[in-house]
């Protein structure tokens, strides 16, 4: 029986649902090659998606979800998988990992785009050109909760200490709507585009109970530090994150973390996936703070119309005049703008 690479139709809810079975079953797959990123993609981002599955004997082997982006900015690359940490190749074995990433490289080639990127928590190609910036923090959740906060390094775990302390609340929203307020203001004074609000609305439409939002709050109730994480098999992984100016000196985001992984404890998870963090930066550190230990992210290249990995990032300094005036912007200009800009980046 020959390996079959199919493309999955988005309007196929039993194909969807095959590919689904197939990701919670993968050891290798994530929560970012689940089916409904597809639909957000398409729906909030309006970029072409090419979900492509290897087929042998009736039974998905492998899965390789890809993006189409036509960035002005940029150029045109397909991506695995924009605004996704890692989304790479997952497959039960070899043949099908080599007939997805044939069949990217050829799709790639007759959609003449720059580059193909693929995103992969493990290598498989030392030798093609790659990005070193990114890494990630993953780490084991203790069964109890008492171990888990004296697995906290002593001075990180004095701050969670003075959270508790402070009388901060967290609370679980329904919406968006305070989530986002928090990291609009934060990515604006770091000089980022906001992405939308509806991305976040779509994101727990699409996945319901798997995607949360979790908000501390001080004793009056105002909404100081915000986090939306997902939840994948046995893991939680806090993704997009906000904070007020206030949150720093009341130890709001270190409360917000530690109530995160105690509510994941008392669930019965085992994986803290603190996400991506680029090298260097003030979320690596904290991350390291937290006693995480970084491991590399493999983001792999094959280059067809650069001579280089692609640098779209707020670390290559070019952008630091645009980071510079984009802090400058007024907020609400800065929202409106920023949709039609982070949908050229991923």
């Known amino acids: 029986m020959t390996m079959q690479v199919h493309r999955l139709d988005p309007q196929d809810a039993a194909g969807r649902a095959r590919w689904d079975e197939f990701v919670l079953a993968c050891p290798t797959a994530t929560f970012f090659h689940r089916s409904g990123w597809q639909s957000i993609l398409r729906g909030v981002f309006r970029h072409d998606t ?15 979800p890809l ?37 990217a490289d050829e799709l790639a080639r007759r959609l003449k785009v720059a580059h193909l990127e693929l995103r992969h928590l493990s290598p498989r190609h030392p030798d093609w050109p790659r990005q070193d910036l990114y890494v990630t923090f993953r780490k084991p959740i203790l069964p109890d909760e008492e171990a888990n906060l004296l697995a906290i390094p002593r001075k990180q775990r004095a701050m969670v200490r003075k959270g508790i302390k402070n009388g901060l609340v967290a ?67 806090p993704y997009y994150a906000g904070d007020d100016l206030a949150a720093r000196e009341l130890a709001a985001n270190d409360f917000k973390y530690w109530e995160l992984m105690r509510r994941a404890c008392a669930r019965g998870l085992a994986t803290f ?43 290559n300094a070019k952008f630091k005049l645009m980071i510079e005036t984009w802090r400058r912007l007024p907020i609400g200009v800065a929202n409106w703008l920023g949709p039609y800009v982070v949908r050229n980046l991923g």
């Open 50 to 64: 090419h979900y492509l599955y290897a087929e042998q004997g009736g039974r998905i082997e492998g899965v390789l």
């Open 67 to 103: 993006a189409h982006v036509d960035s002005l900015l940029f150029g045109k690359s397909l991506a695995s998988l924009p605004f996704a940490a890692y989304a790479g190749v997952a497959a039960f074995n070899e043949p099908a990992a080599a007939a997805l990433e044939a069949h």
């Open 171 to 237: 609370q679980i929203d329904a919406d968006a709507g305070r989530f986002f307020a928090l990291y609009a203001d934060n990515v604006h004074r770091h000089g980022t585009p906001a992405l939308p609000r509806r991305y976040f609305e779509a994101l727990q439409r699409e996945f319901g109970a798997d995607c949360d939002i979790l908000t501390v709050a001080d004793p009056a109730g105002r909404p100081l530090s915000s986090v939306l994480s997902f939840y994948f098999r046995d893991e939680a992984l």
């Open 273 to 315: 996936d603190y996400g991506r963090s680029k090298q260097g930066t003030g979320p690596f550190a904290f991350k390291k703070n937290w006693g995480f230990e970084p491991t590399p992210l493999h983001y792999e290249y094959r280059l067809y119309k650069r001579d280089a990995v692609p640098q779209n990032n707020p670390a």
